[in-house]
């Protein structure tokens, strides 16, 4: 129905990098939404009402929750969609983080909520009446909810959303939820054996898990988490098409997401020194160029001229090099430089340390000009210790 819906109602409804064809995507699912919740909050409320269940009831305001948090999604991604102004130079894409953070947090909310009401409710039982016209209630209920899991993960995947993913698992632990009242009912139907308040806590913790889960997913973009990889094997492939040109490598890749379809990334890319700078930055521009529409993105390349024919320098960089490689975790170095004087030479790098290497960066620093040390006493390691940020 989704498909079908999307297929008549978004222009260029196969372009999910474009900003408004995500944000179509992501009111169409919260409509979608909103009217199924309701739905089914209607037909759990009533169910729950003849059979003096607990925790259909409890699960019918849950579908209710659910629909204020499509709500949530659909005015999430109208406001998402705005364009940049003074106030917010990059956009507001972050928005749809935010609105998944809230989904989150009414999820939270109703499992709190539903946990206290059926712990009530182990301590005073009370019968329920499973006729067959529940059943039936919870049956579709059941197969309405698999069915919004599977499109709003479905369209979450194709439009990148974590907001839209935070619905998704929502769904599926309704969907959980939904068929642990089922079996409780026809159980306590065919036993008399009242767990009412036992599957209420039950549903509680799946709905309680869903939030942490959907929580996460919106926190860590909205902190700054490192770009996928496939993103970055791009950024490189890109670039270094361009060895022919003068490319010989790149290093200080940073890439700043301020929400779908709104990426500024910086990178350094090494050149020759003896190169010509008019020829080398047209290729640079060309990159960045390249990198814009290929990738939706906002590139600032930066130079760094790199001696290469310099045999002392290459000699000298290939034994740190051998140092850096002998030391256990994925260490590198680069910006590599020698700057002699009367006394002494200074050896200025940078390297680039893993957040969870065992040694400390003072350690790192100190290991290596120690080890340089040994091959000249006249050499000092200048070094900067740089963070890996994909």
Known sequence: MVSLLAKLLITDYQNTSDIKVRQAYGMLCGGVGIVLNVLLFFGKAAAG?????????????????????????????????????????????????????????????????????????????????????????????????????????????????????????????????????????????????????????????????????????????????????????????????????????????VVHNYGPGRVMLSVHVEVPSTGDILELHDMIDTIEHRLARELSCSAVIHMDPVCVDDEMTNTIKDKVAAIIGDMEGNIRFHDFRIVHGPTHSNLIFDVVVPFDYAMSDEQVVSYIQNKILEIDETFFAVIDVDKAYV
């Open 49 to 253: 009402l003849i059979s003096g269940s607990i925790a259909i009831t409890a699960d019918a305001f849950n579908n209710l929750s659910d629909a204020g948090s499509s709500v949530i999604t659909l005015v999430g991604f109208k406001m998402a969609g705005q364009k940049a102004d003074s106030h917010h130079p990059f956009g507001h894409g972050r928005i749809e983080y935010i609105s998944g953070l809230l989904v989150s947090a009414i999820i939270l909310v109703m499992a709190f909520e539903l946990f206290k009401s059926s712990v009530e409710k182990i301590f005073h039982p009370e019968a329920i009446e499973a006729s067959p016209m529940v059943i039936t209630i919870l049956i579709i209920s059941v197969l309405v909810k698999i069915y919004m899991a599977f499109y709003n993960r479905s369209i979450s995947k194709k439009i990148d959303s974590a907001a839209m993913d935070a619905v998704a698992k929502d769904s599926l632990s309704d969907t959980v939820a939904t068929l642990v009242v089922l079996v409780t009912t026809v159980f306590t139907c065919f036993t008399g054996i009242l767990i009412d308040g036992l599957c209420g806590v039950v549903v509680a913790l799946f709905v309680f898990w869903a939030g942490l889960s959907a929580a996460k997913e919106t926190i860590s973009p909205l902190l700054g988490q490192p770009p996928e990889p496939w993103f970055v094997k791009k950024i490189e492939s890109v670039i270094m098409e361009y060895r022919q040109q003068g490319v010989l490598g790149i290093h200080d890749l």
